[in-house]
């Protein structure tokens, strides 16, 4: 009798074994290099200059030659630049399409927002998002008696710290 860990010759005809299939990896028709063409990979999310780094979200107004919005901007429903080049995917919005939000203020304990995120076409409508997180600053700010005027705060970026998770980074100008 014989076992499962026996040598077997599979060329010496043992009656009911049949050799593996093997299936070769590329089999396909053979194509001209003028038939194939070549896309370049979509940029990751985030900056190529900054391979390591965390993923960002930035908040620039349209138009302007460097990115920060002002709280009172943010909530003022300000043009941006670029609001509709981040998906759902990209912020890891959750089944319930909320992403997480960390504010911090030196000196302050800092606290956790759940956002409710929007879009269209699976693009988040990052105007709207913007809102949302400026009407947290501002509870953020009211929560801790912050003494500091909302026009000299400006919102930076975001960066994720966790799917799903973004801490914001302000500015004071």
């Known amino acids: 009798p014989l076992s499962a860990y026996d040598d077997l010759d599979y060329r010496a005809g043992t009656p ?44 620039k107004r349209k138009g302007a030659f460097r990115s920060g919005i002002t709280l009172g901007e943010a909530q003022a429903n300000v043009r941006l630049a670029g609001y509709d080049s981040y998906t759902f995917n990209d912020l890891g919005v959750d089944h319930r399409g909320k992403i997480y939000v960390k504010i911090s203020w030196p000196g302050y304990s800092p606290l956790n927002y759940e956002i409710p995120v929007d879009g269209y076409g699976g693009l988040i409508d990052l105007q709207s998002l913007t809102r949302r997180i400026g ?11 912050i003494p500091i005027p909302w026009d000299r705060i400006e919102l930076s970026h975001m960066e994720e710290v966790g799917m799903g998770s973004w801490h914001l980074k302000m500015t004071t100008n």
């Open 16 to 59: 009911g074994l049949y050799p593996p299939v093997v299936q070769p990896l590329a089999m396909g028709r053979p194509r001209r290099s003028s038939s194939v063409s070549y896309s370049p990979r979509p940029p990751a999310f985030g900056d190529p200059f900054r391979r390591n780094s965390p993923p960002q979200v930035k908040f």
């Open 135 to 145: 009407r947290a600053v501002a509870h953020y700010l009211q929560a801790n008696i």
